[in-house]
């Protein structure tokens, strides 16, 4: 087995920057401590040429550590502290009776000046250590957290900063200091993509005269202002990758406003109202290009939104494909019969004529063909199906007169005819028997048993209700408490006696709140329990799928409470 080289590259965190350290003050003793430097600087970067890619401890670790080079800053920052400390004690041990207005406000400044002057070192100092040695409380970390939907229920650090890594690693573009991948920027801080509403581009050159020198300085930064109003600098060296920079969010964030500088004290005091305006045109725009690009995805593959396909299992879809219509049918030819139904969600309307329903009943009974072991092709080959086209034609006083037509034919035509009516072709009639018309009577009053229902809600208050649905429309419901999408989740299911409701968390506690019913005898009783996103969206889709069977002891019983509200209500 071959041995993996490890190498000095290899040494963990932070026995490397221990072992700098230590060469950097042992050969500067014999060739100086400039050179010394110099070489350590240059190893590293051989190191770096030689293991290009993520670094070992990932992007945001290394942008951490890094903050220890402000140790630097800190201890420049204490020693003119010092300075002014020491021209404040000499001023102290001066002759005061022969001073003036002026040398006593030299005195106060020489005061003021070393206090601040050290406590900014102090916080510096604070700064770099804390960063480097503790990542779940630096900047970084704390930017990242808040930019989660639950801010308060964030995982540690390690998976903050994977989470970023991985996107960084697979869909980083670098321009500078700043990487922006598909969901993350990273720089000193993280900003979220899909939560930038505005950025702003900074490119400013200050100048400072001091007597006969002028002194310039160029700032240029990447300032975001997301959803939340939260502000974010990121600043680069290099003033020519800032344009490259904004171009690159503005294709990752087509929807957010790019705005030059000088603007941004005009967005930022923005009040309440002008900035839930601009959070509403962002989700009107968001939600245009989005079923832009949706329809455009479904033209491509074919998709018809319109129509739902009952399958042979009974599940009902309104993604229909004609892969799907053709594996309907492959269905009912294995099962040896079976029937599915293409509904319009927009009837036809032609010669005073609505065109509602297909149904096609498709059958191969194997003794009836001298075939054994048939094939699928020979099923579509030898196999029989009936088409039962549904009309209505609106009579006299609004009453619905319901008639049909029904066709026979082989397989691979029924096929042909679903499709072409799946995308709102009506069939050619001849051939098609007329069924006799009927009316339709009123039925005898039952008593009204709820029917499946699945209910949800976004976090900016729009509500959805759909009492047709399938086990992937739960699924992508699971998935919406996880990520965020989803705020409220209820879910019941046939006979409308068992139910869950998910709600979920709030700024005070990011924990989801599950209501759950469960038959005792007679009774109906009600339970609760507050649970993470995760395992919400885990005890739905049991729900779904009739596989839960929780510890109830861990549930707490509050049956009394809903009959309580119940009564209430009514």
Request: hydrophobic share 40%; net charge negative.
């Amino acid at each position: 087995m071959e041995e993996k080289k490890k190498g000095f590259s290899g040494i963990p965190w932070p026995w490397n920057l221990i072992l700098s350290i230590v060469f950097v003050a042992g050969a500067g003793f014999f060739i100086g401590y400039l050179w010394s430097f110099l070489i350590a600087m240059g190893a590293s970067a051989w190191m770096k040429s030689r293991n290009p890619g993520m670094p070992s401890g990932g992007y945001c670790l290394e942008k951490t550590r890094k903050q220890l080079s402000s140790l630097g800053i800190a201890v420049l920052i204490l020693f003119f502290a010092f300075c002014a400390a020491v021209y404040t004690w000499m001023m102290l041990e001066e002759d005061r009776t022969a001073w003036e207005t002026m040398e006593y406000a030299k005195f106060a400044g020489s005061i003021v000046m070393s206090a601040a002057l050290f406590l900014l070192g102090i916080y510096t100092a604070y700064i770099a250590i804390r960063d480097t040695f503790w990542p779940q409380n630096s900047t970084l970390a704390r930017s990242i957290r808040s930019q989660l939907p639950y801010p308060d229920a964030a995982p540690g650090v390690a998976e903050l900063f994977a989470m970023v890594d991985k996107d960084i690693e697979e869909n980083g573009q670098w321009f500078d200091k700043i990487a922006v991948g598909k969901e993350w920027i990273l720089g000193e801080v993280a900003g979220c993509i899909p939560r930038i509403r505005v950025y702003f581009g900074r490119d400013e050159i200050r100048t400072r005269r001091s007597g006969d020198r002028v002194n310039s300085t160029r700032i240029v930064e990447l300032h975001i202002l997301d959803d939340r109003r939260q502000h974010h600098i990121l600043s680069l060296r290099n003033p020519r990758e800032l344009e490259p920079l904004l171009n690159c969010i503005s294709l990752r964030a087509p929807d957010a406003i790019c705005r030059p500088y000088s603007e941004f004290g005009r967005w930022q005091g923005k009040s309440d109202m002008e900035w839930e305006n601009l959070l509403r045109e962002f989700r009107v725009k968001q939600g245009s290009r989005e079923m832009s690009s949706f329809q455009l995805g479904n033209r491509d593959a074919d998709i018809q939104q319109n129509v739902t396909l009952t399958r042979p299992d009974g599940s009902v879809t309104s993604r229909v494909t004609p892969d799907l219509i053709h594996q309907s049918m492959t269905e009912c030819l294995q099962e040896g019969e079976g029937s599915f139904s293409l509904a319009l969600g927009c009837p036809i309307e032609q010669h005073n004529v609505r065109y509602v329903e297909m149904e096609c009943f498709a059958s191969f009974y194997e003794d009836m063909e001298d075939v054994e072991n048939p094939t699928l092709e020979d099923m579509m080959e030898l196999g029989e199906a009936e088409l039962f086209l549904k009309m209505t034609d609106v009579g006299e006083a609004g009453k619905n007169h319901y008639f049909g037509r029904v066709f026979e034919t082989d397989i691979q035509t029924a096929e042909e005819i679903l499709k072409a009516w799946a995308k709102g072709v009506i069939p050619n009639m001849t051939g098609w028997e007329a069924t006799p018309m009927w009316e339709k009577k009123e039925q005898a009053v039952k008593r009204e048993v709820p029917p499946p229902h699945l209910a949800l809600m976004s976090p900016s208050g729009v509500f959805q209700s759909h009492d047709r649905f399938t086990i992937e429309d739960v699924e992508v419901v699971a998935e919406g408490l996880v990520d965020g999408s989803c705020q409220m989740a209820e879910l019941v299911l046939t006979g409308g006696y068992l139910l869950m409701r998910i709600d979920g968390g709030s700024k005070m506690d990011g924990r989801c709140t599950v209501t759950v019913t469960r038959p005792d005898g007679a009774k109906l009783r009600f339970f609760k329990n507050q649970c993470t996103h995760r395992q919400a969206a885990a005890w739905l889709l049991e729900f779904a799928s009739g596989n839960f069977a929780p510890d109830w002891k861990e549930w707490k019983d509050c049956t009394r409470q809903a009959e309580r509200d119940m009564a209430h209500k009514k």
